[in-house]
């Protein structure tokens, strides 16, 4: 590793808006860490080949985040190899959309699992190091749905509204360590994850952003870097809204 090389932990970085925030934040001679929990590794190899291709160390490694004992034996392996930890981008989301009435518990606790206590997890074991370190920027991804709610995501927009929450008062824990801590609220991005939605509602919610496009994955990934950036060195405990116009 350069002098210079820093070290970014990416949750769900294997495609779609974590792969994109990955190539975003790192340059040549940086680490990047990412994990995911696809059924197979072939997205994961292909951000790998992409960072080795920018002059990135990539190590990709498949596991749940809702896994504690994982998720710290990740990062201290990371920090250990390393010798620092710069970033943590808690990234790794998922939906199980249905009606309210019609949620199963099931559906609603394994929602919550992964967007919010996964991103305990993850913030917990990283917050450790930076406060010790006494620098370092986390990001986790929150979504719109988290702040005005959605029919049909009774259970992701309560995990979002709890990830909003608890990078609050993260940032207020930290903010005297030198840690910094955010979150992004993306509106609609075409990923794999939007991809579901039957077509004819994805046109509706198109036709709800006033900037008359969908959001892209890099739309987020900058937004990410720039907090991650020393630009953002006075910004902490924010929710920065992605989403072209769609809550003003
Ligand atoms: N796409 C959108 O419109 C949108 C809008 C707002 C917020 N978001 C949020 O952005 C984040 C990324 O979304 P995306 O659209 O790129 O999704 P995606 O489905 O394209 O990718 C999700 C990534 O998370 C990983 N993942 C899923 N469950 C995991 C688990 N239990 N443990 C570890 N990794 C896991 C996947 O393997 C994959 O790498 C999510 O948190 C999502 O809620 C997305």
Redesign the pocket.
């Known amino acids: 590793m350069s002098e210079q090389g820093k070290v970014h932990l990416v ?8 792969r994109s925030i990955a190539l975003a934040l790192a340059s040549a001679g940086d680490v990047v860490y990412f ?4 059924p197979d590794d072939s997205a994961a190899d292909e951000t790998i080949g992409l960072l080795e291709d920018a002059g990135v160390e990539a190590f990709g490694q498949k596991f ?3 896994d504690a004992g994982q998720v710290q034996a990740w990062v201290k392996e990371a920090f250990e190899a390393q010798g620092r930890i710069d970033n943590l981008i808690n ?4 939906t199980m959309d249905g009606l309210l009435v019609r949620m199963s518990p099931e559906q609603f606790n394994q929602v919550i699992q ?2 919010l206590v ?1 991103v305990f997890y993850c913030t917990q074991a990283a917050a450790k190091l930076m406060m010790k370190q006494r620098f370092g920027s986390i990001v986790s ?1 929150a ?2 749905a988290g702040q005005i709610g959605n029919p049909g995501q009774a259970n992701y927009a309560a995990s979002k509204a709890g990830v909003i929450a608890l990078t609050k008062t993260a940032a207020k824990e930290l903010a005297t360590r030198g840690v910094r801590v955010n979150a992004v609220a ?4 075409e ?4 991809n579901t939605i039957p077509e004819k509602l994805q046109e509706a919610m198109k036709a709800m952003i006033p900037m008359g496009r969908a959001g892209q ?1 890099e739309d987020v990934a900058d937004v990410v870097a720039f907090l991650c950036s020393d630009a953002a060195r006075y910004v902490t405990g924010q929710v920065i809204a992605i989403n072209g116009g769609m809550m003003m």
């Open positions: 949750t769900g970085g294997s495609r779609g808006i974590g994990n995911h929990y696809d749940d985040v809702t990234n790794a989301g998922i992964v967007n996964g991804l979504s719109i993306p509106g609609f991005i990923t794999d994850m939007v994955p």
